[in-house]
């Protein structure tokens, strides 16, 4: 395993972060999210960052100016982002569409794309200048929804980075918001795709019932003191390369016996396996991991094209840590392929009905690693009129979530990227541990440290 890279330093400056409004009238109303929308385990900011090189088509155009105008023009159409959230009974949320804009901010780095290299990739170097936190501007409740930040590169080149209340979209629902955007910048005058709000498709039934087992909305009791709850404040944030070489490696420990598996089912049993061995959890203490569903474009969901919500579940699978560490790699894809093969409509609305029956609990917290495909979300398509980027997709992990990304790395090797937060002496156990699991191949190559 390579160690990591020396730091990359470079300085930011912005100009002072400024409200885009809808460029015309919008309706003043407050509408109500659904009940996948508004749970515990959703209200929190969603970071995602998009790293464009130079295009000599463009020049003398300047991103931050489009992207701006481009911005006020699809929020016309995309109203309710405009807006603020407030609470209702029961906790509901809802969004007054107010029209007082998103937070924008425009800003120049002394740095080119070729200087940032493999750094292009969760966590960024400078990520807090890339994506300012303007104070005042992340709570859930009264605050803006969206806050984006467009920083022009010495190269010609730009970073594009925007900061989402998730209780508003999903991944596929924002990069339909951003693509708004970009068709906007690119001369449209309105979106090829119509959102759609429908939010009481995902809602609660009356009365409300819950069928299904829910084990990622459990309440855990920590009886062996092993399942580790991280501070956040002292977490190494690093992002893992996994190339042709390394998902070949980990294919070749996988009997014929088990059948197709995909990419993001081989990586994230392996991921799980790995880090539960590092945080050396008690043999006999229950450990769970939560992989996201989508359920746009599956039969019996009937979600209309447009629809921009949150739509999806983290069902989950548990097993003891024992039994996890010392079974081979097939043994947690079977887990994982059994948790998908529970997955229909009922089980969407026995989660609908648990956040209405429970008061919108979080996700388990002890002992669950969540993890999210969003590989085909689509944030490396968005053209601004500049081409694609090098790298789109979220700009950080959180202490028990990551995120599973398409990555090219400096040699134009394709592969996944995935960040991870742990203490630092876990993730020391944890690389090694990645290691010993490839080491018939080239093992899995880190690509960025910060503390």
């Not at 209340?165 to 795709?193: K, R, Y």
């Not at 994230?268 to 203490?285: G, N």
């Not at 003891?320 to 097939?330: D, F, R, S, V, Y």
């Not at 388990?364 to 398509?381: K, M, V, W």
Request: proline content about 7%; hydrophobic content about 40%; overall charge neutral.
């Amino acid at each position: 395993m390579a160690s990591p890279s020396s730091p990359l330093v470079f300085s930011v400056k912005r100009c002072a972060p400024e409200f885009v409004r809808p460029t015309n009238h919008t309706p003043r109303e407050v509408k109500q999210l659904s009940d996948i929308d508004d749970q515990e385990g959703l209200r929190f900011q969603v970071p995602v960052i998009m790293f464009y090189p130079n295009n000599p088509l463009m020049k003398g155009k300047d991103p931050a100016k489009v992207i701006k105008e481009a911005l006020g023009k699809a929020l016309v159409y995309y109203y309710p982002l405009a807006g603020r959230l407030i609470e209702g009974d029961d906790r509901k949320l809802m969004v007054d569409c107010t029209g007082e804009g998103v937070l924008f901010i425009e800003a120049d780095a002394d740095t080119t794309l070729e200087n940032l290299g493999d750094s292009i990739q969760p966590m960024c170097p400078c990520y807090e200048e890339l994506l300012y936190d303007v104070p005042g501007s992340g709570g859930i409740l009264g605050s803006p929804l969206i806050l984006i930040q467009v920083t022009r590169l010495m190269c010609g080149g730009y970073i594009f980075a925007l900061r989402l209340n998730h209780t508003m979209s999903d991944g596929p629902g924002v990069v339909q918001f951003i693509n708004a955007i970009s068709e906007m910048a690119q001369g449209l005058s309105v979106p090829s795709l119509l959102p759609i709000w429908q939010r009481e498709l995902l809602n609660a039934r009356n009365p409300p019932r819950i069928t299904r087992i829910h084990h990622e909305y459990e309440e855990v009791t920590n009886t062996k003191g092993t399942l580790m709850a991280m501070d956040e404040n002292n977490l190494v944030h690093r992002s893992f390369f996994f190339g042709l070489k390394e998902i070949r490696a980990l294919r070749n420990r996988l009997p014929a016996s088990l059948g197709a598996c995909s990419t993001f089912e081989v990586l994230i049993a392996y991921v799980w396996r790995c880090r539960t061995i590092a945080f050396a959890v008690d043999p006999d203490e229950v450990v769970r991991i939560s992989c996201l569903i989508n359920m746009r474009g599956k039969r019996g969901f009937d979600l209309p094209p447009g629809y921009y919500g949150n739509a999806f579940v983290y069902p989950a699978s548990i097993t003891k840590a024992g039994m996890l560490c010392k079974n081979p790699l097939e043994y947690a894809i079977r887990l994982l392929k059994k948790a998908k093969a529970e997955m229909s409509q009922e089980y969407i609305k026995s989660v609908a009905d648990l956040m209405v029956i429970k008061g919108r609990p979080s996700f388990t917290q002890p002992g669950n690693y969540l993890i999210s495909d969003l590989t085909h979300a689509g944030f490396g398509e968005v053209d601004f009129g500049w081409g694609k980027p090098v790298y789109g997709g979220v700009a950080r992990a959180l202490s028990n979530i990551s995120f599973c990304m398409r990555f090219r790395n400096s040699k134009g090797e394709e592969g996944n990227v995935i960040p991870i937060c742990l203490p630092p002496p876990v993730m020391e156990r944890f690389e090694q541990e990645l290691k010993r699991m490839t080491k018939e191949a080239e093992p899995v190559r880190l690509i960025k440290s910060m503390l």
